[in-house]
């Protein structure tokens, strides 16, 4: 596998280091997200639910799911596509759940899409390198 | 930003970051580097309220369909003063 530019997300590192990138969903749709390891599915807020017409009455199911403070169920949607960088995958399924009103980014990107590729970080540049 | 005649603005994605400082951005990009980054973009909305670009991003996709959106905060992502444990 090649690492040619497109492969590296140039992102931004936010307060306590961690880094966010730009997300666009759908082939029309970006926005920050935050990368986090530790999120099996690649999660969005429920105004970027509502901005790319998900339907939030119809997920697809709902799975349990563990943050830091609980156990809830979420709903599992599916997307078209999620592209970061030069790195596209399509049908996808992402949680929608509201993030904290302090956080200002749109979504968290998870497993679901890093593990696709052999992703590595360059905090220092702020760069996610997806292989 | 509009010009003169009332048009809305093309502007680089540099000049647009910083004049919105703590606010909600919603543009609609227009031009973008061989990567398929947003380089420049016409300023739709912007607002304190994130639930207020709802509205006009829904709108502007049903209107112009294969336009392409970026919403964002203009400023840090992550405040100042909050550690991030998810």
Same mark, same amino acid.
């Given at each position: 596998?090649?690492? =040619?530019? #497109? @492969?590296?997300? %140039? /992102?931004?590192?936010? +307060?306590? /280091?961690?880094?966010?990138?730009?997300?666009?969903?759908?082939?029309? +749709?970006? +926005?920050?997200?935050?990368?986090?390891?530790?999120?099996?599915?690649?999660?969005?807020?429920?105004?970027?639910?509502?901005?790319? /017409?998900?339907?939030?009455?119809?997920?697809?199911? +709902?799975?349990?799911?563990?943050? *830091? =403070?609980? *156990?809830?169920?979420?709903?599992?949607?599916?997307?078209?596509?999620?592209?970061?960088?030069? %790195?596209?995958?399509? @049908?996808?399924?992402?949680?929608?759940?509201?993030?904290?009103?302090?956080?200002?980014?749109? #979504?968290?990107?998870?497993?679901?899409?890093? #593990?696709?590729?052999?992703?590595?970080?360059?905090?220092? %540049?702020?760069?996610? *390198?997806?292989? | 930003?509009?010009?003169?005649?009332?048009?809305? &603005?093309?502007?680089?994605?540099?000049?647009?970051?910083?004049?919105?400082? !703590?606010?909600?951005?919603?543009?609609?990009?227009?031009?973008?580097?061989?990567?398929?980054?947003?380089? &420049?973009?016409?300023?739709?909305?912007?607002?304190?309220?994130?639930?207020?670009?709802?509205?006009?991003?829904?709108?502007?996709?049903? &209107?112009?369909?294969?336009?392409?959106?970026?919403?964002?905060?203009? !400023?840090?992502?992550?405040?100042?003063?909050?550690?991030?444990?998810?």
């Amino acid at each position: 596998m090649s690492q =040619h530019r #497109g @492969d590296r997300v %140039q /992102g931004r590192r936010s +307060y306590g /280091g961690v880094l966010v990138i730009p997300c666009q969903l759908n082939d029309a +749709y970006r +926005y920050w997200f935050l990368v986090d390891t530790g999120t099996a599915l690649t999660m969005l807020s429920r105004q970027v639910a509502e901005e790319i /017409g998900l339907d939030l009455t119809r997920p697809v199911r +709902y799975k349990r799911i563990a943050s *830091v =403070h609980k *156990v809830e169920e979420a709903p599992v949607f599916r997307l078209d596509s999620l592209r970061s960088g030069g %790195q596209r995958t399509t @049908d996808i399924e992402v949680l929608v759940l509201a993030l904290p009103a302090e956080l200002r980014v749109d #979504g968290l990107l998870g497993v679901n899409f890093l #593990g696709k590729f052999r992703p590595t970080f360059e905090f220092d %540049q702020g760069i996610l *390198v997806l292989r | 930003m509009k010009t003169k005649t009332g048009e809305k &603005q093309d502007l680089m994605l540099e000049e647009i970051e910083g004049r919105y400082v !703590g606010e909600w951005v919603l543009i609609e990009e227009t031009a973008w580097d061989e990567h398929g980054n947003p380089t &420049q973009g016409v300023v739709v909305h912007h607002g304190p309220d994130r639930g207020k670009l709802v509205e006009p991003a829904s709108r502007l996709h049903i &209107q112009k369909p294969g336009v392409k959106t970026f919403v964002f905060y203009d !400023g840090p992502k992550v405040p100042e003063d909050l550690v991030v444990v998810l």
